[in-house]
């Protein structure tokens, strides 16, 4: 399979600090593939680089071809679609009308519609990601009615309808009880399967181990281990990283990877 995306030697500094040191990372085509690591370990830095949002050394390629000195915009419009730790939405829109604005080409004509308070009407790519997120049942209410984990769902609604070569999430679950975590990591399963090729960033390591293809773990900006799920959460360097502990720590200690959910 070809690689949609692969970093090489992807470092990020601030000041004195390096917080991503020399990371490689390929997602192939139709993968799932999470990367995970304790809190500060380089995670939201790492996909804020890769989508152009700070600046790095080493290289990102989306599809072949290299990302350097391609705006964040522009990234987007290659296919580069991403989630945000903080699901901000449009409060005046339902929930179908924002996920159709993130399905929508920009054009002179859609700023002219927007201009004179013309709604967004839907589209088939906005209609697929409703159904891929199972929210026709709320797709009448507006973000006030939500639950966090709605409000969630509806984010990755939005970055699925822009129709991605690449969706990266950035901690979808965070904030999330466990029913909700579990809804929402069958979900993602589901979209991936049908072909979304996603990389996943999250500190919920039971997720990640659950429906993920293959895993990369993060410690202090570094890759520590990469590999299958039941592989990384046997690795004592990722025992010792979650564990605080010894290396030689129990690895039954560290979430088990569950049957990935069958899909509809």
Same mark, same amino acid.
């Given at each position: 399979?070809? %690689?949609?995306?692969?970093? /090489? $030697?992807?470092? =990020? ?28 370990? $380089? ?27 391609? %705006? ?26 924002? =996920?159709? =604005? ?34 026709? &049942? ?16 509806? $984010? ?35 979209? %991936? ?38 592989? =990384? ?6 025992? /010792?990283?979650?564990?605080? $502990?010894?290396?030689?720590?129990? &690895? ?13």
């Amino acid at each position: 399979m070809s %690689a949609v995306l692969r970093t /090489s $030697g992807l470092s =990020v500094r601030f000041g004195g600090v390096r917080a991503v040191r020399d990371v490689d990372v390929e997602v192939a085509e139709g993968e799932l593939v999470g990367l995970i690591g304790p809190n500060g370990a $380089g995670k939201t830095t790492f996909v804020d680089a890769i989508t152009g949002y700070v600046r790095y050394t080493g290289s990102v390629e989306l599809d072949g071809r290299d990302l350097r000195g391609v %705006a964040p915009h522009q990234r987007a419009r290659r296919g580069l679609a991403r989630t945000w730790q903080s699901t901000e939405l449009f409060d005046d829109l339902t929930v179908s009308e924002n =996920v159709s =604005v993130a399905a929508q080409q920009p054009s002179f004509l859609s700023l002219a519609a927007e201009l004179v308070g013309k709604r967004l009407g839907g589209s088939e790519a906005a209609e697929h990601a409703l159904d891929a997120l199972d929210l026709r &049942p709320i797709a009448d209410a507006t973000p006030s009615e939500l639950t966090q984990g709605q409000r969630k769902l509806v $984010g990755v609604a939005r970055a699925v309808a822009m129709q991605p070569r690449l969706l990266c999430l950035d901690e979808p679950a965070a904030g999330l009880d466990t029913h909700e975590s579990e809804e929402l990591g069958k979900r993602l399963r589901q979209i %991936a399967d049908h072909g979304t090729t996603t990389l996943l960033i999250d500190h919920d390591m039971g997720l990640v181990l659950t429906i993920c293809d293959r895993i990369t773990v993060l410690e202090f900006g570094q890759v520590i281990a990469t590999g299958p799920p039941d592989d =990384v959460r046997r690795d004592p360097r990722v025992v /010792s990283a979650y564990l605080g $502990g010894s290396a030689t720590a129990d &690895p039954a200690e560290v979430p088990e990877a569950a049957e990935p959910a069958e899909t509809a």
